[in-house]
Structure formats: structure tokens, C-alpha cells
């Protein structure tokens, strides 16, 4: 690995407001990102270069289609051949890039794992992400205290629940999180979810598809008769956004509306969903700020490039199989359409005019 210092460098860090981390070498960074159709992505991908290159890098950002596995594995190969220093990959199928990345470690190329955790390979250095447990944590405790379960004179509450892609490692602690919070629940009766369909395959989505979700919710409702008028529907737990949203058109399609709406849960704060929140089509999301993830990714790409330590503040929950990575999580928070003002339009993340 080389890395050179030039004068652009010295003046990009220079000019580099203290917001943006700084480094001695310029470097350059691959940057693999899913995909270009959920909105989560592309803010990720344009944060990142955006930042890598006011640290003075270059960076090739390139998306995989519409999570289209071969054409991913295809640009990284590229990108190892091309001769990167660091690369960034937030992988569609966490399992599979073992083969093309030991051409990364053959390079000695360092590998961040961004966001999900690329498994079963021993060419990932670091990982960068946030507490995922923590987001399930939040969606679990808000169904507990939305539907005052805690209540004994609450009656018992029908759910049902839906989680990601099962080929994401992220949905073993977005869904993890939320199960160990609700299952005692289950287990006392409080919780009845009518479908049976508790376990993580069976409420898994296919690349966290709206039409799939939505597909998966008609089915719900047709064969356990939801319906406003119907058997009520009292909280639907979802794992994410682009999830929550199919589940959304399909109770729209079923007749509920604001003023009938089982609480439903979400993830990332995606524009169409702070417009159902604020419409009272969604009751919540958990937002995770890709400005502070992309700023950490920085922070360890340019420890990376410097032979700095990188700062890290996990080094026991994610196991890739081949060992843990030493990871930095950042932190969720609950959104609702109560604060959804303060964290999304005052700290500048959306514009308001941006939102339906
Ligand atoms: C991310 C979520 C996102 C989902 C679908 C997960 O790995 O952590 O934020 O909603 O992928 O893109």
C-alpha cells in the first residue's frame, strides 16, 4: 500500500473544516454500496465521498445495480485490480465475498465493512455501523409502552411481524433486539400473534422489498381476517422503513387509516416514511444518522492510511466467522411524529420542504 502526500491534500485538510477528519496521506478509496433504489444508500454513498474527499482522497463510489450480487462482486474485483488503498463495502449478501476478497488481503488492501458485516472473510479489518441490537431494543420497548402491555388491565394485543433479508446479518440483531424484548409477551399471552408466524425465516424479506412486504401483509390480512371491521390488527412490528411502507399500502388497501392504524414500527427515516408518520400511516422510525456513520468511516480510513490506531468501541458482538472485527457503533435514536421536527429539518438531515 502507498499513499502519497501531496499539496492538494495539505490544503484539502487544511480548507477541511473541523467537522471533517484530516489525514497526512491521500489515499484511494473504493466505495461499494447496494444499491441506488433505497434512499438510505444514496445518502450513505454521497456522505462518504463527499467527506473522504474533503479529508483530500479519491475516492471511486459505485453502486451494484439494484442489489445485484454479481455486478457488486464484479466492481470490487475491479477496484482490488485497480489498485485501492482502502475499501469500503456495505455488501448485499453479507456471505458473499469471501472468494473475491482474498485478492484484497493478497494486496494487503485494508477492508471496512460498512454498515453490514461481510462475512466469512478474513480480508475485514474493520467494521463501522450502529448498534443494531439497540435498534430492535427501541422498536421492541416502543410496541411494549405504545400498547401498555405492562398494564394488567391491558388486554391481550394481536401482532404480527416482519424483519429484512435474511442474507443481511444486520436482521439477526434488528430482529434479535426486538424478539428478546417481546417475547415474554408472547410467551404470557399478551402478545397474540394469530399468523403463528414468529420465527426470523418465516417473517424474513427478501431484499428488504416494499412489494414483498406488501405481498406478505395482504396475505396476513386476508388469512386471519384483519380489517377495521374485521379482527383487529393492534401493532405490526417491522425492521425497517422500505418494509414498513409495503405494510402501510396494504392496510391502506384494507380499509385502515390515521384514525385506525395499528402501531407500526420502522427504520432510517426515509422520506415516504416521515411522510406516513406525519400522516399517521407508520407510528415510528429508529434514524441512524449516515452523516456519523460516514464521518467514523472517515475517521477510520484516515487512521488507516496514517498507520494510526483506529479508534474503535466494540470488540465482542460482531463475529464474522473468522474471528470479531473491531467495530465502531454509532448511536440510534427513536423518531415519532412528535420530534420528528427537531432531528430531521432543525439539524439540517432533510429540508422540510422536502417531505410530502
Ligand atoms: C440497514 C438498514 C436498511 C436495510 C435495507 C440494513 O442493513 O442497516 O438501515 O434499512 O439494510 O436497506
Redesign the pocket.
Known sequence: MKFKTTLTTIACAVLACTAFSSTANAAKIGVSM??QS?Q??NQDGHNLKEQLEASGHEVELLYAGDNDIPTQLNQIENMIAGDCDVLVI?PIDGGSLTAVLKGAKDKKIPVVSY??LIMNSNAISYYA??D?YK?GQIQGNYIVDALKLNDDATPAKNIELFT??ID????NF?FGGAIDVLQPYLDSGKLVCKSGQTKKEQVATL??STEEAQKRMENLISSNGYGPDGTKLDVVLS?????ANGITNALVNAGYDASNFPVLTG??C?KPSVTNMKRGLQTMSVF?DTRDLAKQVVVMVNAIVDGKEVPVNDTTTYNNGTGVIPSYLCSPIVVTKDNLKEVLFDSGYYKESEIK
Not at 168 to 171: I, K, P, Q
Not at 239 to 243: F, Q
Open positions: 447496494p444499491t433505497l438510505r444508500w456495505a454498515d453490514r455501523t450502529f443494531n435498534v429484512g433479508s443481511d446479518n444486520n436482521v434488528f431484499n428488504w425492521s425497517n422503513d422500505s418494509v427504520q432510517d426515509d441512524k
